[in-house]
């Protein structure tokens, strides 16, 4: 079975802290993406990234960074978190050019 | 950007009658379209897909229906049942990358 692994399901961090989301899928997908998930607003993306270290700007890049140093994991770095950075925040990954999208469990992270 | 919207937020159905939920785009340039399940505290789930060249293509009680004149989507639930209660969201893409969610419908299944 494909998997896509985020390694916090529920995070709790204090305004200024920098934040560090994991992902780890075990498909050998090319693309990888970020997307924040807000009531009222669907899910809405944050970054994503086609190749080893290669990141494009989704539509919501502000307040955040990625890393992608192995094509099996894609971090998300929040360097300085805020409270409307509170979300929850959802992992994917797929094949290029191919479609279907594969996501994580999801993060809960609560900025305080 | 993309507007991908859901015509409801909220569907309650009694169980055993069919679902129908659905969904506009904007973008007719769209030519790849999925309907994801999302229960409670979980990540999406693939339920099924169409490309443009269809306008309708069925799985194990699902039936998606695009009409790409109106720029429209349709999930069909047969025999809805209680494990079908969840947020079902369309997405579309036309680059097969970066997709585009709608907000979500919220299907309540009533015993």
């Known amino acids: 079975d494909v998997k896509v692994t985020q390694s916090s399901r529920y995070l709790v961090k204090r305004t200024g802290e920098k934040v560090f989301l994991e992902c780890v899928q075990d498909?050998?997908?090319?693309?990888m993406f970020w997307y924040r998930q807000d009531p009222g607003l669907g899910l809405r993306l944050i970054y994503f990234s086609y190749d080893v270290k290669m990141k494009e700007k989704g539509d919501i890049p502000e307040g955040y960074s990625v890393s992608r140093e192995k094509k099996e994991r894609f971090s998300l770095i929040l360097e300085s978190a805020s409270t409307n950075q509170t979300s929850m925040y959802l992992c994917a990954s797929s094949v290029l050019n191919t479609g279907e999208l594969f996501f994580g469990e999801g993060s809960r992270l609560t900025v305080l | 950007g993309e507007s991908v919207g859901l015509h409801l937020p909220t569907l309650s159905v009694q169980e055993g009658d069919n679902s129908i939920i659905n969904c506009a785009y904007s973008n007719s340039a769209s030519d790849y379209f999925i309907w994801y399940k999302q229960e409670s505290g979980k990540g999406p789930q693939f339920i099924i897909d169409?490309?443009?060249?269809?306008d309708k293509r069925q799985g194990q009680r699902v039936t998606v229906l695009l009409n790409k004149t109106v720029k429209h989507l349709s999930l069909q639930i047969a025999a809805t049942q209680p494990g079908d209660s969840a947020v079902y969201f369309c997405?579309?893409?036309?680059?097969?990358?970066?997709?585009?969610f709608g907000t979500g419908t919220s299907l309540t299944v009533i015993p």
């Open positions: 997405a579309e893409t036309n680059t097969g990358n970066q997709f585009y």
């Open positions: 169409i490309r443009s060249n269809m």
């Open positions: 498909m050998d997908h090319e693309n």
